[in-house]
Structures are given as structure tokens and as C-alpha cells.
């Protein structure tokens, strides 16, 4: 199986890890492998730990890394890479990427039920375990249905979509991706169903962060590696939509600031210091030439910090 990835914001992520040659890498959204590959070839007697969940991207990483010795595929979520990298005796990284959401090859494998372009049975799980956007759309009451819609797709028409997705399955289960789509569509008022984009767009998407657990394990991940980060060590996160882009701003915001006294103390009565400095004030997007070249860059955006040096 081939990936045909092409690594968004490249140089962007590169500046911002600045790779050392004999440092200790992780990638914790390994995909097709080609960030990886970029941070592998810098490397001399430094590693790279390359880490996905999904079973189809450790085999697309692995093909992609085997020129590598520096680089160790591990199936792994990216929650759990301080207990990675402790089986592995590393007691810490100098870099950490993560490159959020779903791949290329997840969203252009139709069998994976990702996308409304192709019809294919319900799935959207990333780690090929676990409950199914098949389950969900079946299982779900309409009033859960409408809040994941709502939440974490920004779907003006959360309640009727809900309800109309309760009703079709009383005839019969939603079983496939464009059976589903069409109830989403026809769901809405004509005059939004002909605004730009597919009108499944934000239903599907917020599926799919719902079926994975995208938001939590994202919380979580990024307080693990930032505990997997050496003193001076360097964290790039690309996210894809504002419910991200947001979790990692604040939670970056907040290891800058260090001072968590309520904002209206006059002076600084906790004593804590910045954790981390900013590498960018404003998160980096891709730049018009690579905006040509990859569509899927559009909504890329890019957030790094340097881990503060304490001694
Ligand atoms: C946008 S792709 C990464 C592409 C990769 N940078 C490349 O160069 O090919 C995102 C990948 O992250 C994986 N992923 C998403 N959430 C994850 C998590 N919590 N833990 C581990 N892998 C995750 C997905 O399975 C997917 O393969
Ligand atoms: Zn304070």
C-alpha cells in the first residue's frame, strides 16, 4: 500500500524542531511517514519515534522509515508516548510533533467510511477498534446525536439533522457513508443544502472527532509529551479546525505564563514560573505556493514552544 501524503507546513515544522543531529525525536502522528522521514534523514546517532494508532499507517510509516535505522515505528496513541518511551528506555525528547487529524490515506480509502464522496459502510475509526460511526449514528439518542453535531461541527442545523438521522433509523440502520450524507442534506433547508462546500461537511467531521475521541486525547497528549520534553526541548502541533487550534493555544498560553493567580491580584502571589517560551506569537499557515500546491493546507495551522531551561 502506498500513502500519498504531501507533509503539510514541511520547512514550517522543520524551523520550528530544528532538528539536532544526535537528538531524540518523536512523531506522535506518524501517518504515511513523511514528516518522519524528513526529521529521520537529519539524524546521525539520534532516534526518531515514530507513533500512530491506526494498524494501515504503521505499515505505510514502516515502508516509508525502513531506510532509517535511526527511526522505531510503534502503534501507540500519542497519550500514552510517556509509557512508550519508557519500554524503550528513553528517558526523554528533544522534539515532539504531532500532525493532528486524519490522514490522506484514512480519508481516500473509501472502506474506512471517512468521507462523503464515496459510498462505504459507517466507520471513521482511526484505530480500526472500538465503536464505529455506525454505532453512534444507530445508537445514539437524538438529543446526544444534535450535541456532537452542534459541538464539534458547528452544524447550524444540529437538532433537525438529529432528528431526521432517529427517524430513517426506525425504518432501517444507517449503514453506509452516503446513505448517511443524503439524510444530512435533505435534513436541512434547501437555501444552506446549496451553500459552498458538501452540506455533510460539518456532520461528518465532528463524527469523526467523536468516534476517536479526538478532543481528549488531544488534552491529554499534549500534557504527556510535554512531560516527555527535555529542558530546552521543542513541540510542534499542526492542527486542522478551531476546536484544536484552540486547545493547543491555550494550553500553550498557559505554560508561557506560568502565573496561574487570578488575573485581578496585583502582584504575582504563586510563585510559578514559564514552563515554555512561544516560538511564534501567531499560529503559522501555509504559504500561498504551498496552499497551490495542497489544498488539504488550508486549514493548517502550526503552534511550537521551546521547554524552558531551568539549571
Ligand atoms: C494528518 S495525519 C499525519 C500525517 C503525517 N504527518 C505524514 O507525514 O504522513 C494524522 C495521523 O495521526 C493519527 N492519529 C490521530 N490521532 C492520534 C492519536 N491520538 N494517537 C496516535 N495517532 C493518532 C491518525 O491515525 C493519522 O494517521
Ligand atoms: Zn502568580
Redesign the pocket.
Known amino acids: 500500500m502506498e500513502?500519498h501524503?504531501q507533509?503539510v507546513l514541511l520547512q514550517e515544522v522543520l524551523e520550528a524542531l530544528q532538528v539536532r543531529e544526535d537528538g531524540v525525536y518523536v512523531?506522535?502522528?506518524?501517518?504515511?511517514?513523511?514528516?518522519?522521514a524528513a526529521i529521520a534523514s537529519r539524524l546521525t546517532t539520534g532516534r526518531l519515534i515514530a507513533?500512530?494508532?491506526?494498524p494501515d499507517?504503521i505499515k505505510a510509516a514502516s515502508q516509508k522509515l525502513a531506510p532509517y535505522p535511526q527511526a522505531q515505528v510503534v502503534r501507540?496513541?500519542?497519550?500514552q508516548m510517556d509509557s512508550v518511551l519508557q519500554s524503550l528506555g528513553i528517558d526523554g525528547a528533544d522534539g515532539i510533533l504531532m500532525?493532528?487529524?486524519?490522514?490522506s490515506h484514512?480519508l481516500d480509502t473509501p472502506e474506512r467510511g471517512f468521507s462523503y464522496h464515496n459510498d462505504a459502510p459507517l466507520d471513521m475509526r482511526?484505530s480500526q477498534e472500538g465503536r464505529s460511526a455506525k454505532d453512534l449514528v444507530n445508537g445514539l439518542e437524538a438529543d446526544e446525536l444534535s450535541r456532537i453535531f452542534f459541538d464539534y461541527g458547528e452544524e447550524r442545523y444540529a437538532r433537525s439533522i438529529a432528528r431526521a438521522i432517529v427517524k430513517a433509523r426506525q425504518e432501517a440502520p444507517i449503514e453506509t457513508t452516503l446513505q448517511l450524507a443524503d439524510i444530512i442534506k435533505y435534513a436541512m433547508p434547501p437555501a444552506a443544502r446549496r451553500e459552498q462546500g458538501h452540506p455533510a461537511r460539518r456532520c461528518f467531521q465532528a463524527l469523526r472527532i467523536a468516534v476517536?475521541g479526538?478532543l481528549d486525547?488531544l488534552e491529554q497528549?499534549l500534557v504527556h509529551a510535554f512531560s516527555c520534553l527535555k529542558e530546552g526541548g521543542r513541540m510542534a502541533i499542526i492542527t486542522f479546525h478551531s476546536l484544536e487550534d484552540r486547545m493547543v493555544k491555550r494550553q500553550f498560553a498557559k505554560w508561557a505564563k506560568g502565573c496561574i493567580c487570578p488575573p485581578d491580584f496585583p502582584v504575582c502571589v504563586c510563585g510559578h514560573k514559564p514552563e515554555a517560551t512561544l516560538v511564534w506569537r501567531k499560529a503559522v499557515e501555509a504559504s500561498p505556493e504551498e496552499l497551490e500546491q495542497n489544498p488539504r493546507s488550508r486549514s493548517a495551522k502550526l503552534r511550537a514552544i521551546v521547554k524552558t531551561t531551568t539549571g
Open positions: 500513502f501524503h507533509p512523531d506522535g502522528t506518524a501517518g504515511g511517514g513523511s514528516h518522519s507513533l500512530d494508532r491506526d499507517a501507540a496513541n500519542f497519550d500532525d493532528l487529524g486524519v490522514s484514512q482511526m476517536n479526538e486525547h497528549g
